[in-house]
């Protein structure tokens, strides 16, 4: 859709400072998840970024650029810094409609759930977690540590960090 070019609109995602390669750059990530990988930004291009409502045209985007630094922004710049961000799916257009489209589609024909923080907060091999969620349960005294435990098939727990609430969420709810 042309106008999602002409008219770029940033979602909604997080925003933080970066160093790379002795540069000061801005990362931005999407906690929702359809835009799968970070992207890192220089500071220009972040300014620009702030302004991508919907409601601005490419030559408005030129004209806030110079104004702010003082110097022009040619087009094939901005309409590669939109193009990009499209390719990444952070801005609303319909390549992220797709995505999260798609997104859904396969979450509903999945018979499995993925593990949405493997790695990151618990362990990401099934046999290290199975012995760390162990751990919890008989270092809380609910379960016996030599107690078979096969039959357990899932846990449906509110968010809580394995690593600091996990002997915690045990002995409470066991």
């Known amino acids: 859709d ?38 890192a930004i220089g500071i220009g291009a972040y300014y620009l970024v702030t302004l991508f409502d ?4 490419l030559p408005d985007l030129q004209a ?14 901005l309409v590669e810094l939109v193009a990009a961000l499209d390719r990444g799916y ?8 797709g995505r999260v489209r798609q997104m859904r589609e396969d979450f509903a024909a999945s018979t499995e759930r993925p593990a949405a923080h493997a790695g990151l907060c618990y ?3 099934a046999a290290s977690l199975r012995t760390e969620l162990g751990e919890y349960y ?8 030599d107690t078979d435990q096969s039959g357990l098939s899932g846990l449906i727990a509110p968010h809580i960090d394995p690593r600091r609430g996990g002997t915690a969420y045990a002995r409470a709810y066991t």
Do not use: V, W
Request: glycine letters at 8%; aromatic letters at 6%; charged letters at 25%.
């Open 2 to 39: 042309r106008e999602m070019i002409d008219q770029p609109r940033i979602r909604p995602l997080e925003a933080f400072p970066i160093e790379h390669n002795g540069a000061r750059m801005i990362c931005l990530r999407d906690p929702s998840g359809a835009a799968p990988e970070p992207i």
């Open 123 to 125: 362990g990401s091999d």
């Open 138 to 145: 008989t270092k809380a005294g609910a379960i016996e540590a």
């Open 64 to 77: 806030a650029f110079a104004k702010q630094f003082g110097e022009s922004l040619a087009s094939d710049q």
């Open 54 to 57: 919907g409601t601005r045209s």
């Open 90 to 97: 952070f801005l609303e257009s319909p390549a992220y409609e």
